[in-house]
Every structure is written in C-alpha cells, then in structure tokens.
C-alpha cells in the first residue's frame, strides 16, 4: 500500500510538472508571438521550421502548406529578407528543405533568397544552428503558433532574439495536443541537461 502511495504521488508530480513546462512556455513567449504581418517587426530572416510535405494518406499536411502560405505572406510584406529552412534531411529518400525551398520557388520566392538547413532533427537544433551555423542572433521563426511558443522560449535559453509568425493552425485532435506536451516537457529537460544538437558544423553566411 505504501508503494502505491509512493507511485501515485510520483505521477502527480510528473503530471503537474509537464502541466506548469506547457503553460510556462506559452506564458514565457506571449509578447514575442505575431498572427498578422502588419504588426510584426521586420528581420533579416525568417526560419521556416520543417515538417514531412506528406501525410500518410498522400494529400499534402496542413501543417505543411500552411508554414509554406505563412513563408510567402512574411516575405512579400517585406518582413523579412531571407528564408532559412530548416528539416530533416536523415534519409536519401526524405528531405523536407528541399520541398519547402521547390514550393516557395514555385511561389515566387527568388532560390537566391532561400537557404537550407539539412539537420533541423528537432527544435532544438534548429534554433542553435540558427545561430551558431548561419550567424543569426535575431530571427522570425515561422510555424503553428503551438510549435512557434516552444521555440522562442529555446531561443531564449540560447541567447537568440526570436519572434514568431503564426501560419495557420489546422484543427488538432487529442493525440497532437498530448504530444506537445510531452515535446514541451523534453524541450525543458534538453536545457536542464545540457543537450547539443545532433550537428553543427561549418559556418554558412548569409548576406
């Protein structure tokens, strides 16, 4: 009965910490956070966070079109000069950059305004690569507001000026919503330990 007891309390615990990380972000990052481009300031560049282009289904993810659409948006209000994408590139036969920069060509993004970062695993890495691979201290990250909140507060821990642009947010079932917290609560626990991305590399200029 006494190990029960022990057991319940420690799920408690765990329970109410991911509970507080989520909305300690959320809290952390709310003046830092844009939904329209007339409001927001302008920034050299715009980090454009990757997602798989496709859904198992085959249709193209929400989730995906819609950082595409928000890229776009910020680029011809003139929020931004650049776009750097960064994704996943762990596979010969996956490689969200190079979707990401074909489809902002295709929309009237020049490819000499585009960079590609291939080893965007995860936030984290992202948000130091940013910084530590292409020399950008001030960003706009371009996201789902959700994505966007844990971002910048990444950003923040690493000594990065971060605001986000919120693309569009598709409407997200339990299963999505439980993830991020648990992505929420990883992120914080990443800081806690120290963890380093997975890749850095050499430097990469961009104008």
């Known amino acids: 009965?006494?190990?029960?007891?022990?057991?319940?309390l420690i799920f408690v615990f765990i329970t109410l910490g991911v509970f507080i990380t989520h909305h300690w972000m959320s809290f952390k990052s709310k003046d830092y956070i844009y939904s329209d481009t007339d409001s927001i300031p302008?920034?050299?560049?715009?980090?454009?966070?990757?997602?798989?282009?496709?859904?198992?289904?085959?249709?193209?993810?929400?989730?995906?079109?819609?950082?595409?659409?928000?890229?776009?948006?910020?680029?011809?209000?003139?929020?931004?000069?650049?776009?750097?994408?960064?994704g996943d590139n762990s596979r010969t036969d996956y490689d969200e950059p190079t979707d990401f920069k074909n489809d902002l060509i295709a929309r009237g993004i020049p490819e000499a305004k585009i960079f590609l970062d291939y080893a965007g695993f995860r936030t984290l890495d992202s948000m130091v690569r940013a910084k530590e691979i292409f020399g950008q201290t001030s960003i706009?990250?371009?996201?789902?507001?959700?994505?966007?909140?844990?971002?910048i507060y990444l950003a923040s821990h690493f000594n990065i000026?971060?605001?986000?642009?919120?693309?569009?947010?598709?409407?997200?079932?339990?299963?999505?919503?439980?993830?991020?917290?648990?992505?929420?609560?990883?992120?914080?626990?990443?800081?806690?330990?120290?963890?380093?991305?997975?890749?850095?590399?050499e430097p990469i200029s961009i104008p």
């Not at 929400?62 to 948006?73: E, L, P, S």
């Not at 706009?140 to 971002?151: L, P």
């Open 140 to 151: 706009t990250v371009i996201s789902q507001k959700f994505h966007n909140e844990r971002a």
């Open 42 to 86: 302008k920034n050299k560049v715009g980090l454009v966070l990757g997602t798989g282009k496709y859904a198992p289904s085959g249709n193209i993810k929400q989730y995906y079109k819609y950082r595409v659409n928000a890229a776009v948006d910020l680029y011809k209000a003139q929020k931004i000069d650049y776009l750097l994408i960064s």
């Open 1 to 8: 009965m006494k190990k029960l007891k022990i057991l319940i």
């Open 161 to 201: 000026n971060a605001i986000g642009f919120n693309a569009k947010d598709p409407i997200r079932g339990k299963i999505t919503h439980l993830r991020e917290y648990l992505a929420r609560s990883k992120a914080s626990l990443d800081l806690v330990f120290n963890v380093s991305p997975k890749f850095l590399g």
